[in-house]
């Protein structure tokens, strides 16, 4: 298979396997979504899962979150990990929204990723899973895949997102990353798979005889 007829397989194969694929975290607004993100940098959806509903139900909008204070932020979302960077984020970016943006999330990639805390990938599922607008994150999980898939040389996380964004339909950008997301979970994780064993590896590298060693970058 060429590159094109490899993501249409993908594609095809994530779409019968995840055909209504859920957001991973939990989140009632796009704010609480954001501060989902947030807290998911190097800390699983699950444990972030177990600890946002204590935080959001202290603070489920900027104002409650400026209220609450980075002591108190701090305090919930320890099991999460960073929590004094994270919860000073978290504090900073809820001031500036009041102060900047009535208490509204931005909606543009230029404006999000000016708050504290908030990269190009969180910017990316807020703007993706929050206001709908196409975007493709790139996660460990979507750039580990894209490399065994050969679909991007793994070089850069921009580099993959640019890759990844040429071969696939613009429609389905939002939809398609969380199935990657699921499926490298599930089916081709890290130290499982190595591209040879999972179904997508085999059909996609059906001559592959070694293990692929993937570019890990910190995301």
Not at 63 to 83: A, D, Q, R, T
Not at 159 to 186: C, M, S, V
Request: proline share 7%.
């Amino acid at each position: 298979m060429n590159k094109l007829e490899r993501a249409d397989y993908i594609f095809k194969t994530l779409n019968r396997l995840y055909p209504k694929p859920p957001i991973p975290l939990k989140h009632t607004s796009i704010f609480t979504l954001l501060i989902a993100v947030i807290l998911s940098a190097q800390c699983t959806d699950i444990r972030v899962n177990n600890v946002t509903p204590k935080l959001f139900s202290k603070a489920k909008n900027p104002k409650e979150m400026v209220s609450l204070g980075v002591k108190e932020i701090k305090k919930i979302i320890k099991p999460c990990g960073l929590s004094p960077k994270k919860s000073r984020s978290i504090y900073n970016l809820s001031k500036i929204l009041l102060k900047k943006f009535s208490g509204k999330i931005p909606k543009s990639f230029e404006e999000l990723e000016s708050l504290p805390g908030v990269g190009h990938k969180t910017a990316s599922v807020v703007m993706g899973q929050g206001f709908n607008i196409p975007a493709f994150p790139v996660d460990t999980h979507v750039h580990r895949l894209a490399q065994r898939w050969r679909l991007t040389n793994g070089k850069s996380v921009k580099k993959t997102e640019i890759d990844l964004k040429r071969i696939f339909p613009k429609a389905k950008w939002n939809k398609l990353h969380i199935q990657i997301i699921l499926y490298g979970r599930e089916y081709c994780k890290a130290r499982e798979c190595y591209g040879l064993y999972c179904q997508i590896c085999k059909n996609c590298n059906p001559k592959r005889k070694k293990p692929i060693k993937t570019k890990n970058l910190n995301i």
